[in-house]
């Protein structure tokens, strides 16, 4: 069988890359080009683990094939940190204590990235609503948001 040859942005830099016409991006992602941030937790695009920017819009990387992405932008969670500085939502992840397995994390941070880039002030009810497509198994979901929450607040001070 014939690997395409892909050329994508991911994470501002430029990569090719070859694979098969059935691999997933979250598969290509982790086993291509070793970015390991995403998770695969349901492989059905039920659980929001996989959750990826792809050119400016919130997917789930294990419904999208990696033959799709050619000319595209591709943006994960090793791409939220600059150099040492984690990203406001990071930090305030680490802050609230907003995981426990890490599983569902990066695609959390991933998501309310997104949200907080469309809405830099959204009600608690917004946050929750936003996040509802991600899935988590050990939090209770009340420190994720309340990370969320106050990633809004330092994203607007600083």
Known sequence: MAKHHIEATVN????????????TLLDVLRDTLHLTGSKEGCASG?????????DGRLVCSCLVLGCEVSGRRVETIEGMA????????QQ?????????????????????????ERN???????????????????TGYDKIVSAVKDAAVAMRKG
Request: glycine share 10%; net charge negative.
């Open 82 to 89: 600059k150099g040492e500085s984690l990203h406001p939502l």
């Open 12 to 23: 501002g830099d430029d990569v090719e890359f070859l694979c098969e016409t059935e691999e």
């Open 46 to 54: 039920d659980c929001g683990a996989c959750s990826v920017m792809l």
């Open 120 to 138: 830099p002030n959204p009600t608690e009810t917004e946050i929750r609503y936003w996040l509802a497509g991600n899935l988590c198994r050990c």
């Open 92 to 116: 305030q992840f680490l802050e609230h204590a907003a995981l426990q397995c890490g599983i569902c994390t990066p695609g959390f941070i991933v998501a309310g990235k997104a949200l907080l």
